[in-house]
């Protein structure tokens, strides 16, 4: 977000005024559109309230803009004179269309984020800039800088990075593929969008868990799928439930994360895991395997996955950079039928000819290079010690207060809070101290779950955050005991 430079000589209130009346001139506020308020637009720029006044009287005198007394202020419609006759009522395109915006709880997230980079973030489902091999990967591309072609590419991905994948599932995932049956995708998120809006029709039951990261997901209820709850435990879903489920609601696919699931941290047991595939295949089910947290097994012995017990075909298998290299890459990847990634492959040139080979081949090339097992071992050692520190801040500052399952692998720490007290007011008030995390029921849970993402959290900010998380939560209920600090 654009914020003055105090260091230049033009006064603030100037620049803000400049800046306001360049995005009016390029129609990002036509005529007749409100304006942010004095007082929200001050705290956004972090400059005093009479800086914004200052700066909305300069417009005001040029008639760029008025102010109405209970109305606020708004871009002038007679602005150079003319009166418009036909602007386009954006307000109501912004609230139009199928695909549906992010749920507010996020919206609220990502606002504060952008506004306060300084929050510590326990929110953001990615890796800190210090466990991306960052400096592994500007080697590999010194030494042969760019591709020899830089044209559209084969539908289905860089055909160097279908081969890389297909030799990384068969050494670290048990999994047999060949390139023709990968398709490449710019991450997990674009994979489950084609697979609802290609292989699904508005109408359909599909089955995910209970709590899920894909209850977040808006494109499930875009493409105008029915969501049906899967019961999990500490131990997984429940594949014996999914029998009566289908006969109930129809169901016509399953969606699975069962390594390290987000946002619980539960591993499926291996007993679970087998009477999933028997039950998917008697009723003919396809399943799509989630699985962007197996090598962030802190053992360093990942469990396999539900595609490499798959006897019958019926699984499709998404895999993901972003969670064990870097998200910024946007490479991941789909393991399915040939003709499923057929039809994938020509849904996704029709929106956007193919992903962009330069990453392509850098995730190719550290796929393939010496440096990918070292990096693997550091990220795990990394994450487990971000675990800990976590793990051990929360029995410090909340230990009677916190109920959770420590998990053996992944990003995320699933936490139940006794007593519960609301997530929209826990959320503003956390903010306000300076923290952020993700209220449980984004994910379908009650109201008194949270999930903390130690991934993006830097690990001398983990015990300050919670702190600060913890105080938040006391402001909340005088229920909580106080908190007894270690000497």
Known sequence: ????????????????????????????????????????LAE????????????????????????????????????????PKHTPNWKR?????????????LRRIREALQQNPALIDFASGELSADLAPIEEMTELMGTNPYPSYLGYGHPQG???????????????????????????????????YLITQCLLSPGDAVAIEDPSYHYSLPMFQSAGLRLV??????????????????????????FVNPNFQN??????????????LEVASELGLPIVEDD?????????????????????????????????????LRVGWMVAPHSIVERLADARQQMDFGLSVIPQQVAARFLESPYFEPHLHR??????????????ALQQELPDSVRFHVPQGGIHLWCRLVPSVSDAKLLEEAIKKGVVFVPGSVYGSDSGYVRFTFGRAKAEEIGPGIAKFAEALRGLTDSFPTVKKAK
């Not at 709850?229 to 399953?254: F, N, T, W």
């Not at 946002?263 to 895991?273: A, E, F």
């Not at 990220?379 to 051990?392: A, F, P, S, W, Y």
């Open 1 to 40: 977000m654009w914020k003055p430079d105090r260091h230049n000589p033009k006064p603030l209130y100037e620049q803000i005024a400049d800046h306001l009346e360049q995005r009016i001139s390029y129609g990002e506020f036509p005529p007749g559109s409100l304006l942010p308020s004095e007082r929200k």
């Open 44 to 83: 956004q720029l972090g400059v005093n309230r009479s800086t914004v006044i200052l700066a909305f009287g300069e417009l005001r005198s040029m008639g760029i803009i008025e102010s109405r007394p209970g109305s606020g202020t708004r871009v002038s419609k007679f602005k150079w004179g003319a009166v």
């Open 93 to 105: 395109y912004a609230e139009g269309g199928s695909f549906l915006p992010n749920l507010p709880f």
């Open 158 to 192: 860089y055909m160097p990075l279908r081969q890389a994948v297909a030799s990384y599932l068969d050494r670290y995932r048990g999994i047999q593929a060949t390139e023709s049956s990968i398709l490449i995708t710019s991450g997990s998120q674009q994979s489950l």
């Open 229 to 254: 709850r899967l019961p999990a435990d500490e131990e997984g879903i429940l594949p014996e439930e999914i029998r009566s489920l289908h006969k109930k609601h129809r169901i016509k696919m399953i």
């Open 263 to 276: 946002p619980t941290g539960t591993l499926l047991s291996d007993d679970r895991r087998g009477a999933l």
């Open 292 to 328: 962007p947290y197996s090598l962030t097994d802190y053992e360093g012995i990942p469990r396999s996955p539900l595609k490499s017990m798959d006897r019958v075909g019926s699984i499709l298998h998404i895999g993901s950079f972003s969670k064990m290299a870097a998200a910024g």
């Open 379 to 392: 990220l795990r050692t990394q994450l487990r010690r971000k675990r800990d520190l976590l793990v051990e």
